[in-house]
């Protein structure tokens, strides 16, 4: 870097020596660039400590308490150590830590988020309509009656109290009363392949330790008959679910529909007496 005090020649300037005002660092005309190349430059603190920067110069001064207290190093020494002692230090037992912050700034307090148990009762807290109904009666213990299709037709029904369901319609009954409608088995041959004619397999059971319950038989007509038992408790998958209704509202309705055929048969036979009348 070439002397900004020389020609282009290598001689000095006249200027070279340069004024007092130039080089007085407390002049408003200082020129720092020929102070810093000048060799009668004089400091206003001889024995200063340079720094790499003017943010450096800034945090001492801060840290001394402003720029009207007096620069010393072994008093920034002394605020440094004690800062350091103050963060190592140990907080005794059963004392609470001295607070550094400022009071919007306090720690919030934690709480442990509990994990969501997804299953099926949680799930049956948001069913809504028909299932929100099968909800009331479980809770309500309410004895519902649900009937069970087969390839075609309804092949019976069930009766008992829901345990517990799904949005598919797979119930867990207890106290089930089942009854159902079957073909009798000596009308005419089993025609399926494979399956030959049935056979008694209750001391097969009996011999594994599985008790099966008891199953009445009735006879219908000449074809079929109706079949009931009760168990304890029974599933039911939706796929075999018809409908499902309290057995209360059942019994009503089949006394209704009961009267209102009584009513057309005396209403029948009270026109045919007329007619005989007549003639």
Known sequence: ???P???TAGRK????????TDLDVTSPKFKPLRALYSNKTQLPVPHAKPLDNVTSFEARFRMLGGFDERYSDQRIQEIRRAA???KTATIPQGE????????HQEMVQGYRRTRFQRNIYTKIENFEGPLGEMRTWMRERVRVKVYTRKEKGVRGFVTGFIEVFDKHWNLALSDVFESWRRRKYRYSENKRAGLG???DCSDLLRKMGISVPETTVKSVDRKYVMCSRRVPKLIVR?????LVTPESVVRVKEEKEGGATMVVKKEKEITIKKEKSED
């Open 5 to 7: 005090e020389q020609d």
């Open 13 to 20: 300037s006249p200027s070279s020596e340069g004024s007092s």
């Open 1 to 3: 870097m070439s002397d």
């Open 197 to 199: 004619k049935p056979q």
């Open 96 to 103: 609470a830590p001295v607070r550094r912050f400022l009071p």
């Open 238 to 242: 939706g796929e075999q679910v018809v």
């Open 84 to 86: 350091s002692s103050a």
